[in-house]
Structure formats: C-alpha cells, structure tokens
C-alpha cells in the first residue's frame, strides 16, 4: 500500500495553481534562485547561532500559504528526514560538553546547543525544498535548472532518476504482489525473503535499465533535455528576488533575538 502511494505521489509532479495566488505568477528560476541563496544563507551560519537559525524560519512560514500549502502540512513532511538529521549530529552533545549557558541550575553544554542547531537547519532546509517542489513541480525544476544554466550532466541524471523511480517502484509493486499471492497471507518478510526480493530487484533493474536505454537511444536520445518555454523575466521576479535577498541579508548579519531582548 505504501508502494502505491509513493508511485501516485511520484505521478502527480504538477501542482494546480490558485488563481488568487500571486506568488503562483512568479517565474520559477526566481524561486531556485531565492532558495539557493537561502540554504547558503542557513548552512553558512555559526553553528552555536541558534538563536539566530531560527528567526530563518519565516521563511518557509510565509512562503508556504503562498505557494499554496499550508505550513503545518510542509513541515509534517520535513519531519521525514529527521532520522537522518540525528544521524549527523547526536554524537555532539557527548563529544563537546564545555557549558555554553544556564538555565537556572540545568548546564547547557556546546555539544546540545551544535545538535539542535543541526535539527533546525535541516528541517528548514528541508522545508524550503518541498515548497520549491510544491511551486512547480520536479520536472520543471530540472528544466528551470537547465535554462540557469546548469550543468547539463546533473539536470539529464536528476530527470531520469526522478521519471524512473516511478518505474522501480512499480516494478517493486509487481514482486511484492507476487510474494503476497504464493504467501497465504503472510505480509511480513523475512530476512532470508528480504535478502532475495533486494536480489532480484536488483538483477531486474538492471535488464529493465538495459531495455530502456536501447529504446531511447532508438528513439534519438542524445543526451539532451527538452526546455520548457519560459516566459520572459518580468520586473516582480526581480522583486521578488531583490525582497528575498535583503530579508535573508538582515537575518544573516543582525542578531534580532539580541536587539529584541536587549529593549526589553
């Protein structure tokens, strides 16, 4: 069942615009560009900046209703990488244990304070991502990608792994449905069952990989991708991307929680 929404999740790359959505009008290109500058802006901080990561969250806050998704539900989805993120830094917090602050009698070493700046930066990042995503969709990223520019070896391979993913999890689908069918109703695999559906997933993949590559190559594939017809850059994208820029500037250079607390 998870397959399968994964695959309908993979299929459905267009968002439908809100006609009373102006942010919807934006070219593309200027919201690439508006995030690329904000995971610089964000990973580029100090890493004990806590208390300035954060205020970066406004971002995404206010960048997700006008792109037509709720906040709530992006950072739900942020939420999916969070395994990950511990991962990077849950060792911190035993590796750095020189105090940073009190809070009354509890002692807040470096290695805490690095650990949850590391949370907070990717969820945002991550954040940030899915709305770029929920903008316009995977496919026009890559073509946007394309005419910015971008390396044609990392658009081609971002746009045939997102258009074949779909493929290996349907291909996914059909092996799973098959265990199920000869299992009697037994759905959990085993690790001996698991070790031969990676097998074969694998050895499938590789013939249908084989297939499709002919078929391509028979088709004229020269490893060249089709750009999308951009409308021109119009005076609000560069707004857009000038507003973006001194917001992004201001957090990045001016402690706000500092002048905050410092007038009260």
Known sequence: MNLQKAIIILQSNQVSPKKDNLILNL??????????LYLI????????????????????????PLTGESYSKIFVKSLYVLPFILLIGIFNPFIDKSEAFKVGDWSISYGWLSFFSIIIRGLLCMQALLILINFSGF????????????????????????????TLLEESQRMHNAIVSRGYGKNSYSIKLWTQFVGCLFINTIERSKR????????GFDGEIHISDFKSWRPIDTFFLLICLILFAILYFVNISELFFSTI
Request: hydrophobic letters at 55%; a positive charge; proline letters at 4%.
């Open 27 to 36: 070219d593309c290109r200027a919201l690439i560009l508006t995030t690329f």
């Open 212 to 219: 499709i590559h002919r078929a391509m190559i028979a088709r």
């Open 139 to 166: 496919l026009k990223i890559c073509d946007a990608l394309r005419s910015l520019r971008a390396p044609k070896i990392l658009t081609v391979q971002l746009l045939l792994l997102y258009r074949y993913l779909g």
């Open 41 to 64: 802006s964000v990973l580029s901080l100090p890493l004990y900046k806590l208390d300035q990561i954060i205020w970066f969250a406004i971002f995404p806050i206010v960048m997700a």
